[in-house]
T-cell receptor, first 112, second 114 residues
Framework: KAGVTQTPRYLIKTRGQQVTLSCSPI?????VSWYQQTPGQGLQFLFE???????NKGNFPGRFSGRQFSNSRSEMNVSTLELGDSALYLC???????????FGAGTRLSVL | DQQVKQNSPSLSVQEGRISILNCDYT??????FLWYKKYPAEGPTFLIS?????DKYEDGRFTVFLNKSAKHLSLHIVPSQPGDSAVYFC?????????????FGKGTLLTVNP
């Protein structure tokens, strides 16, 4: 069974631009969560989607948004990029009713 | 407000000895706890988990202990191997709530020396 796939693996953007990251969950997993990992803050929860609905959102500004498609694939978007948005963005999927989340390898975003 | 804390940023042990990684939490609503291992340039990998109805769960070389009264859990690795060298994250969830998220500690870098 294929794992969680995130694309692209690396991105370099400049301040003010926007970016879209993609995540394909494990087959059969309908919940997709996004996390931001930075050296000082660890993994911070961004949002979670289930059946195309956002069920929970972390404490991030509105520049961070996401969506989920009918095939459970998910995208997250960051608009008006800031230097502080440089981080590893991780996507995780889980089965309905399970607390165990399985992570992709992440997208490393660098904002210059 | 950091609800899950891993107070040791790093830990170094000799191969074959026991590694003990600690984690404390403050939110009484957490009732499910997980440990993840992360190598550089990879995503976190699920290692082991425990429900609050148990105080110990063992899986091979890995054992997780949960002390609910102290709001403390620990991961024991016996015997430690060089391939165990990685960052270990503790995470917690409220399985009965509607949060649908994991709250992570900041991680402990484990180095197992040959």
């Amino acid at each position: 069974k294929a794992g969680v796939t995130q694309t692209p693996r690396y991105l370099i953007k400049t301040r003010g631009q926007q970016v879209t990251l993609s995540c394909s969950p494990i087959s059969g997993h309908r919940s997709v969560s996004w996390y931001q990992q930075t050296p000082g803050q660890g993994l911070q929860f961004l949002f979670e989607y289930f059946s195309e609905t956002q069920r929970n959102k972390g404490n991030f500004p509105g520049r961070f948004s996401g969506r989920q498609f009918s095939n459970s694939r998910s995208e997250m978007n960051v608009s008006t990029l800031e230097l502080g948005d440089s981080a590893l963005y991780l996507c995780a999927s889980s089965r309905q009713g399970s607390n165990i989340q399985y992570f992709g390898a992440g997208t490393r975003l660098s904002v210059l | 407000d950091q609800q899950v804390k891993q107070n040791s940023p790093s830990l170094s042990v000799q191969e074959g000895r026991i590694s003990i990684l600690n984690c404390d939490y403050t939110n009484s609503m957490f009732d499910y706890f997980l440990w993840y291992k992360k190598y550089p340039a990879e995503g976190p990998t699920f290692l082991i988990s425990i429900s609050s109805i148990k105080d110990k769960y063992e899986d091979g070389r890995f054992t997780v202990f949960l002390n609910k009264s102290a709001k403390h859990l620990s991961l024991h690795i016996v015997p430690s191997q060089p391939g165990d060298s990685a960052v270990y994250f503790c995470a917690a969830a409220n399985s009965g709530g509607s949060n649908y998220k994991l709250t992570f500690g900041k991680g402990t870098l484990l180095t197992v020396n040959p």
